[in-house]
């Protein structure tokens, strides 16, 4: 009992370790997943602020392309007509609004000034100082490109005047752009955005951009937030501009959350599961315990009820065992007589002397002894086992037979061996024996009813892997289909009342499967019927 227990809470231990286990396991699962996607949302959002900037720019280009190759453009350049600016840049006109635009300047090919106009709000700058910085830093860009310029940054997109059908020289080049505005490209992509001046940062994405080429971001994550630095280059790797882009960490914090309070529950169930499982353990230690003293009990019980049986099947055969008995007694008792109707003709003719009384009494020793030998056998045969040991099965069967070795030669009836090497089993050899000579006796009962003259038994034993087979087989004609299944059920017999009480079969199975954990087998063959005993041959 107490191995069970040690056994119960080795299992408990195995299911809490478990339990651990799983929850370390899974949290790491499942918040790799939650991580996994809160970086593909996050490469997401970045991807589309990129893509914004492209856009912005390529607006940029596409609108100062559309003046850059108007015919009316390429005149102005030359003539400077003031109607052209009148149409299209006159004050209080929207044009540059209407075109997304802050700024337009025009410039011939030696770098002069021909026209520039400028919003409004963005007169806080120096005009002729920006126009020139864009000149200097700008000279040889064709395209559209971001520039800084104090504490802004810009859209910029500078393209050479040509006729509409690209025909004669470039007179000049159109500048255009605006304010890069943060907040007009966030679209609530990230909750902070700025720009940054941090330098030495280690990327770990590139994206391909249509004008800047090259876009590098850093990703500096901690438990909180989500930190993106993304850094814009143009074609020959020139650094022009960094943004810092901030968001909470919602997927993983809420990720997280979910799989602790998942892991919580399951935890919870699991600890139901393992207290009711533990409950239901020491519930069912406990209902073995009883269960185990019942059937020792009813073992005990049933045992000595197969005793009692033993016992009365051999009370039952006791008047044919005195029948045998005398069969055994009657050859040494006509010895006897003979030896004292030999004394008494010696001592009638005087030849009685002292050497022919001492063979006398000799002789009678022996038969006397033979004669107590016997009823020994007897005895023994009727004496009840009460401890399993080592017997011999051959030894056994032929102590058996010996009991019944005058019956048969009274009757006829022949005994054949066939007995292989002896093998030694662990049990009750008496009853080993009640069974062997149950079997025999019915075998000579059934012979005794038939006129055959060569009556005979085979007994034949022999070994088949780890089993003993013990084969008892006889030629009184067999055993009838309709009542072969019902011999060896208790009190059924064939025998006239008051020749059988119909335990002996019934007994014999009982002893064969129950005690020695056998099987007793009935089968007819062409002369009689053949019973077959088989045994394990186990140890101690």
Known sequence: MKKIFQNSYLILSILIIYLFIFNFLSYNYFIKDFKELEYNENIKSLYSFAKKIDKELQKIE?????????????????TKYNNYIYENFRENSSTLEDLGLEFMVFINQKNKIIYSKFLEENSIYNKENFIYYILNNFSKTHTADIMKYQNGHFYLA??????????GESKGYIISGRKLKLEELNFALFDNISFSDV???????NFISSYLDNIK????????????????FNKNNTFKLSIKTVDKREIYQKGKKNILFFNLIISILFVILIYILFSYMQYQQKLNKKLQIEVEKEIKKQREQEQLLIQQSKLAAMGEMIGNIAHQWRQPLNALGLVMQNIQFAYQIGELDNNFMNKAVEKTNTLTTNMSKTIDDFRNFFKPNKTKSYFKINETIEKTIFLLESTFEHYNIKIQRDLAEDIELFGFSSEFSQSILNILSNAKDAL???TLENKKIVVK????????????????????????DKIFEPYF???????????????TKTIIENSMYGKLEVENTKDGAKFIIKLPITKE
């Not at 330098?199 to 994405?205: G, L, R, S």
């Not at 971001?217 to 814009?232: P, S, T």
């Open 158 to 167: 500078k393209l050479p005047i040509v006729k509409s059908d690209s025909s």
């Open 199 to 205: 330098e030495n940062k280690h990327y770990n994405i």
């Open 461 to 484: 034993s022999y070994k088949k892997n780890e089993t003993a087979i013990i084969e008892i087989e006889d030629n009184a004609g067999g055993i009838e289909d309709k009542i072969k």
């Open 217 to 232: 971001i850093a990703l500096l994550h901690n438990e909180e937030n989500l930190i993106n630095y993304i850094d814009f």
């Open 62 to 78: 596409q609108t100062t392309n559309d003046y850059a190759k108007w015919d009316e453009t390429y005149n102005f350049i030359e």
């Open 448 to 450: 005794i009813e038939t």
């Open 493 to 507: 017999t064939t025998k006239e009342e008051g020749k059988g009480t119909g335990i002996g079969l019934y007994m």
